[in-house]
């Protein structure tokens, strides 16, 4: 069973409970981009206050995942990292250029919203 | 606390012991002679003067009976620990009474003096002994000016350590200026250990209070560095990772130079010129989620979509 996506009005939720296996992280990229497409989903909010590790590999799946949706009118916004994991992430140099960050779920609902507050269309 | 310490006693030759056997022969006679002698130099000595003063004739015998010993089980029964342990005491005693290094030295030379002049007497009768005596005291002074200023070098370097944490404690502050605002002024050096701290306690505070800005002020900072200034993008960029934004004030005309002419890059920083601009930019941000106005040192983020 991969992770659970939920949809949520014009958003989808995921919460990441545990460290995911490689091809965890590419079923749940391709489950990802899937729905919001299917949904036309205008934003996604990853919860990864469950991880405790965040590596190199976890943070090129989430980058690659924000920019496949932003090519499919998605933004992404992940919530919830905990202080010990983006203390880490930096110190490795690791970033997520491409998607939002809050505090938590809360946060990341405005964050989402606060980036998909302009409504662009499909010309 | 010295009694907890083990010290190895020296490695000495059989004819090297031998010699020291016969030093404490020679000197225990003397002792309490040239402790007198010793005294009464100390009385023109300023910083031993009032040390001296400050003890009753039954305290200083009572002291003298004790370091004689200490020297008879060491040279003639070969029971350093003890002795080795009362010099380190010695040590530490001074360094936290403020006696300067140089100030043992002159009690040193008084001390060799003293004894000078009574293996002087020896000399008279018998040139070899006293030589080999001389050369003997000379091995015993350097070994134990080496012991005791060891153990002086390591109080004070725990005393600096502990300033230095003390020091590291009290200036990271995290203050909250209003809901979901914080600021960090930053004072002083930025080693990788403070940054660390730093950058914790920064985490912390913006999880414990829900802050969307921080303002992170240099203006205190005397030396920013390639090393430094990497440092300060880390915790701005574990920050955002967090989803506040950081704003970077402070940065004086001097340490801007420094930074372009070392090509440093504060990637992913948005930096503002002083405190107030800084808060003034967070609060619009809070506002209206806009961050006009901020200079940001990267071109990665420009997709990030934001406003």
Redesign the interface.
């Known amino acids: 069973m991969g992770v659970p996506i939920l949809k949520q009005g014009e958003y989808l939720v995921v919460a990441i409970q545990d460290e995911l296996t490689d091809t965890g992280w590419h079923d749940l990229r391709t489950d990802l981009v899937a729905r919001a497409g299917k949904y036309r989903s205008r934003g996604v909010l990853i919860d990864v206050s469950a991880m405790e590790v965040m590596d190199s590999f976890a943070t090129r799946m989430l980058d690659g995942i924000a920019r496949m949706l932003?090519f499919r009118g998605a933004?992404t916004v992940?919530?919830g990292?905990q202080?010990e994991?983006?203390?880490a992430?930096?110190?490795l140099g690791l970033?997520?250029?491409?998607t939002?960050?809050?505090?938590d779920m809360d946060?990341?609902f405005i964050?989402l919203q606060?980036?998909t507050r302009p409504v662009t269309h499909v010309r | 606390m010295s009694d907890t310490v083990t010290f190895t006693a020296p490695a000495l030759r059989p004819e090297e012991k031998a010699a020291l056997r016969d030093f404490h022969h020679f000197y225990e006679p003397h002792a309490a002679a040239i402790n007198d002698e010793l005294m009464r130099a100390c009385q023109d000595m300023p910083e031993w003067a009032p040390i001296i003063r400050a003890m009753t004739p039954e305290q200083m015998a009572e002291q003298n009976k004790r370091s004689l010993a200490l020297q008879r089980a060491a040279l003639l029964e070969d029971q350093w620990q003890p002795y080795l342990a009362d010099l380190h005491t010695q040590g530490m005693q001074y360094a936290k009474a403020g006696t300067s290094f140089s100030s043992w030295f002159k009690i040193i030379s008084a001390y060799r003096n003293c004894i000078r002049d009574r293996l002087q007497d020896v000399a008279r009768t018998d040139m070899p002994r006293a030589t080999k005596l001389g050369e003997a005291m000379n091995g015993l002074l350097d070994m134990v000016m080496g012991f005791i200023g060891e153990a002086y070098l390591a109080t004070k370097e725990q005393i600096i350590g502990q300033q230095q944490e003390a020091i590291r404690e009290i200036s990271t502050p995290v203050l909250q200026v209003r809901d979901q605002l914080l600021i960090i002024p930053i004072v002083g050096l930025v080693d990788t250990h403070r940054a660390r701290l730093l950058t914790e306690g920064l985490l912390k505070a913006i999880r414990e209070r829900r802050a969307k800005g921080v303002v992170m002020d240099i203006t205190g900072v005397p030396i920013v560095d390639s090393k430094v200034a990497n440092h300060l993008a880390q915790a701005c960029e574990a920050a955002r990772l967090m989803g506040a934004l950081v704003v970077m004030t402070g940065i004086s005309s001097e340490i801007a130079l420094t930074l372009v002419t070392i090509g440093a890059q504060l990637q992913g920083v948005r930096t503002v010129g002083d405190l107030q601009g800084g808060i003034e930019l967070i609060e619009r941000f809070l506002a209206t989620g806009s961050t006009s106005g901020a200079v940001e040192a990267s071109h990665d983020n420009q997709a990030r979509g934001e406003g």
């Open positions: 932003r933004e992940v919530a990292m202080p994991v983006a203390f992430m930096a110190q970033r997520l250029p491409n939002g960050t809050a505090l946060d990341g964050e606060r980036r």
